[in-house]
């Protein structure tokens, strides 16, 4: 099964600013089978980022993923208030078991 | 519009066993795949289980498996979580999702909460 390790658990930032959430497999995700999601308090998670790096439907450009392999990355390139919340990295490549990362918390300074 | 409704969640004592369901709505049900997804209290999210479009195929995570069955019924729209043996750490709101096609989970429900405690 391959581990996902999210960093850094938190992350503080003001508005306006960049932020640059990292995820790491334990192996070799296939095909960049990676998504990224956003959960907001009392909600259900969000579906940013599939694929590794295509927006999904609605989500603002002001989100993009990147990377390959092992090491993947969510950038949120000026932040809004209603992004600050917890972001989950997940793969789902080849076949189950998939895995989500633990989680950053991106909150505000 | 896409729309995913569970129900059966609940109070239930260790040993004891459940049956959530997931209306879907929509979308053609019997086009794609489905999962559920658990998050405990304050915690991250859990991959459980998947079901392929038709039924053919399913998956679990090694903390449910031989306790837990996936199911589904096309002509209902819905899918099933069968769990059986339950533990306190089965504790935690439970969320069916479609996905696109591939794994990615496009649409989620507002989860169901399961409590297991004597």
């Known amino acids: 099964e391959i581990v996902l390790t999210q960093s850094p658990g938190t992350l503080s930032l003001s508005p306006g600013e960049r932020a640059t959430l990292s995820c790491r497999a334990s192996q070799s995700v296939s095909s960049s089978y990676l998504a990224w999601y956003q959960q907001k308090p009392g909600q259900a998670p969000r579906l940013l980022i599939y694929g590794a790096s295509s927006r999904a439907t609605g989500i603002p450009d002001r989100f993009s993923g990147s990377g390959s392999g092992t090491d993947f990355t969510l950038t949120i390139s000026r932040l809004e208030p209603e992004d600050f919340a917890v972001y989950y990295c997940?793969?789902?490549?080849?076949?189950?078991?998939?895995?989500f990362g633990q989680g950053t918390k991106l909150e505000i300074k | 519009q896409v729309q995913l409704v569970e129900s059966g969640g609940g109070v239930v004592q260790p040993g004891g066993s459940l049956r959530l369901s997931c209306a879907a709505s929509g979308f053609t049900f019997s086009s794609y795949g489905m999962h559920w997804v658990r998050q405990a209290p304050g915690k991250g999210l859990e991959w459980v289980a998947f079901i392929r479009y038709d039924g053919s195929n399913k998956y679990y995570a090694d903390s449910v498996k031989g306790r837990f069955t996936i199911s589904r019924d096309n002509s209902k729209n819905t899918l099933y979580l069968q769990m059986n043996s339950l533990r306190a750490e089965d504790t935690a709101v439970y969320y069916c999702?479609?996905?696109?096609?591939?794994?990615?989970?496009?649409?989620w429900g507002q989860g169901t909460l399961v409590t297991v405690s004597s």
């Open positions: 999702a479609k996905e696109m096609g591939f794994g990615e989970l496009n649409y």
């Open positions: 997940q793969q789902y490549g080849s076949s189950p078991p998939y895995s």
